[in-house]
């Protein structure tokens, strides 16, 4: 007889936009992506604002009428009924709200960036191993069958060594006036108070693929002196606000003799002609000494890569799609889902599924050492280009009672 599926029961910490895409992609069915060994539910929302608003989320997101609505995070670390807390708040608040649900005895995946620093990413990592529970970043482009995918190829060799990945991540913010771009300087991607810029927003999904390229593959010594950490390089060019716009990373392995280069900025576009689109060419080159593959943007979703190879089998020998799949049948929500529900966040979910059900406190997909490598890459590009966030966000003392964590 079929096993039942393992069921997770989730609780989500904030009610915004990622909170929303993160949470129906939950509740689509996991057969619409061939998925039948764990399921997900929604057991718990909170909001730092009201409870009301919480009732609002769950009611959008079509969770079951049984899900309980909290009007402060506190209530939601202490639910016994929640498996996992996915924390959705700005990069700012990751560090003391993760540590408030994991303080609780509470499995945590984190949003990224995972926190504002590396000393506050070693801090969690500390905590999650002292209470015995799960913690994961949510960089969900990890878990992308397409990522899969090409991390087999490259370990498999088809393109040779890996010499170099350029990855790039824009998102086009500019308005007429030079100086002022469209979001508000309160909008989080600007706002140093909410631990803003382009490095934190959009810089860690480049690192992403630098890295799970060029260390995740990484084959470890044998001598059990870990792999390599590469060497930084990094310029900034910040906004009004003090927030990075403009960023630019050389990561340099020099043992391995590889390179990844990074850029990201709210200035310019990755795909000037829209999401998804082909036209501007690959948003990450994965360049091989056979060959090499393109991958196409935005770098956070992808959906098509190519691969290329020279010599005998020169030219374009592989395109591959790899579109997200969509629920047509995800109850409750409105507006463009009426066509149907997919984001692609499902997979990500469906990796702590299987850690939890075999209880493993990390993903081998991103380890708690690689968040912390990345971290520590974020840290020197930070400190290179002088990008220093308020005193109350940098600091690695938890407080529960700090104002980031709402009120209790
Ligand atoms: N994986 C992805 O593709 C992806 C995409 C976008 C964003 N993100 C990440 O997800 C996180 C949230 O981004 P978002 O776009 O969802 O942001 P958002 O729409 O602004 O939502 C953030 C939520 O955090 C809560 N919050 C608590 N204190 C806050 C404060 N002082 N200012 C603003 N919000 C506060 C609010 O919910 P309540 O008060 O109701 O709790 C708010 O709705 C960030 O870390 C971001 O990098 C990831």
Same mark, same amino acid.
Not at 69 to 81: C, E, I, R, T, V
Not at 141 to 151: A, E, G, M, N, Q
Not at 352 to 358: E, H, P
């Given at each position: 007889?079929?096993?039942?599926?393992?069921?997770?029961?989730?609780?989500?910490?904030?009610?915004?936009?990622?909170?929303?895409? /993160?949470?129906?992609?939950? *509740?689509?069915?996991? =057969?619409?992506?061939? +998925?039948?060994?764990?399921?997900?539910?929604? &057991?718990? #929302?909170?909001?730092?604002?009201?409870?009301?608003?919480?009732?609002?989320?769950?009611?959008?997101?079509?969770?079951?009428?049984?899900?309980?609505?909290?009007?402060?995070?506190?209530?939601?670390?202490?639910?016994?009924?929640?498996?996992?807390?996915?924390?959705?708040?700005?990069?700012?608040?990751? /560090?003391?709200?993760?540590? *408030?649900?994991?303080? =609780?005895?509470?499995? +945590?995946?984190?949003?990224?960036?995972?926190? &504002?620093? #590396?000393?506050?990413?070693?801090?969690?990592?500390?905590?999650?191993?002292?209470?015995?529970?799960?913690?994961?970043?949510?960089?969900?482009?990890?878990?992308?069958?397409?990522?899969?995918?090409?991390?087999?190829?490259?370990?498999?060799?088809?393109?040779?060594?890996?010499?170099?990945?350029?990855?790039?991540?824009?998102?086009?913010?500019?308005?007429?006036?030079?100086?002022?771009?469209?979001?508000?300087?309160?909008?989080?991607?600007?706002?140093?108070?909410?631990?803003?810029?382009?490095?934190?927003?959009?810089?860690?999904?480049?690192?992403?693929?630098?890295?799970?390229?060029?260390?995740?593959?990484?084959?470890?010594?044998?001598?059990?002196?870990?792999?390599?950490?590469?060497?930084?390089?990094?310029?900034?060019?910040?906004?009004?606000?003090?927030?990075?716009?403009?960023?630019?990373?050389?990561?340099?392995?020099?043992?391995?003799?590889?390179?990844?280069?990074?850029?990201?900025?709210?200035?310019?576009?990755?795909?000037?002609?829209?999401?998804?689109?082909?036209?501007?060419?690959?948003?990450?080159?994965?360049?091989?000494?056979?060959?090499?593959?393109?991958?196409?943007?935005?770098?956070?979703?992808?959906?098509?890569?190519?691969?290329?190879?020279?010599?005998?089998?020169?030219?374009?020998?592989?395109?591959?799609?790899?579109?997200?799949?969509?629920?047509?049948?995800?109850?409750?929500?409105?507006?463009?889902?009426?066509?149907?529900?997919?984001?692609?966040?499902?997979?990500?979910?469906?990796?702590?599924?299987?850690?939890?059900?075999?209880?493993?406190?990390?993903?081998?997909?991103?380890?708690?050492?690689?968040?912390?490598?990345?971290?520590?890459?974020?840290?020197?590009?930070?400190?290179?280009?002088?990008?220093?966030?308020?005193?109350?966000?940098?600091?690695?003392?938890?407080?529960?009672?700090?104002?980031?964590?709402?009120?209790?």
């Amino acid at each position: 007889m079929a096993q039942e599926p393992f069921t997770v029961r989730w609780g989500i910490l904030a009610t915004g936009g990622i909170a929303t895409t /993160f949470a129906k992609d939950l *509740l689509t069915n996991p =057969a619409t992506r061939s +998925v039948n060994d764990v399921r997900h539910t929604i &057991v718990a #929302a909170a909001s730092s604002s009201s409870e009301s608003r919480a009732v609002e989320f769950l009611k959008d997101v079509g969770a079951p009428t049984s899900a309980k609505a909290y009007g402060s995070y506190h209530a939601l670390a202490q639910d016994p009924n929640i498996d996992v807390v996915y924390v959705a708040t700005p990069h700012s608040h990751h /560090f003391q709200n993760a540590m *408030l649900c994991l303080t =609780a005895g509470k499995n +945590v995946l984190c949003e990224k960036a995972f926190t &504002v620093n #590396a000393a506050q990413a070693r801090l969690l990592v500390e905590k999650a191993k002292e209470k015995g529970v799960f913690l994961m970043e949510a960089v969900w482009t990890r878990y992308f069958p397409l990522s899969v995918k090409i991390r087999e190829l490259v370990t498999s060799g088809k393109i040779g060594t890996v010499v170099k990945v350029n990855a790039d991540l824009c998102i086009n913010g500019s308005t007429d006036d030079a100086e002022k771009l469209s979001f508000s300087d309160k909008h989080r991607a600007v706002n140093m108070d909410l631990a803003g810029g382009a490095l934190l927003d959009l810089g860690i999904y480049t690192l992403t693929w630098v890295f799970q390229i060029l260390y995740l593959c990484q084959k470890a010594p044998a001598d059990g002196s870990g792999k390599e950490k590469p060497k930084i390089l990094a310029a900034i060019d910040k906004y009004h606000t003090g927030a990075d716009a403009l960023t630019s990373i050389i990561c340099h392995w020099p043992k391995q003799r590889t390179m990844g280069i990074a850029t990201s900025s709210w200035r310019v576009a990755t795909t000037p002609d829209g999401e998804g689109s082909p036209a501007a060419g690959p948003a990450c080159r994965i360049q091989g000494t056979k060959g090499e593959i393109q991958v196409f943007g935005p770098l956070y979703r992808p959906t098509m890569y190519r691969v290329i190879m020279f010599g005998g089998e020169r030219g374009v020998v592989e395109e591959v799609e790899c579109p997200i799949p969509k629920d047509p049948k995800i109850p409750g929500v409105k507006g463009e889902e009426e066509l149907g529900w997919g984001h692609g966040m499902f997979w990500e979910a469906d990796e702590v599924a299987r850690c939890l059900r075999d209880g493993k406190k990390q993903s081998d997909l991103l380890t708690w050492e690689e968040s912390i490598v990345i971290m520590d890459a974020m840290d020197e590009v930070r400190k290179q280009g002088d990008l220093v966030y308020p005193q109350e966000i940098e600091s690695d003392v938890y407080d529960e009672k700090s104002p980031l964590n709402g009120s209790s």
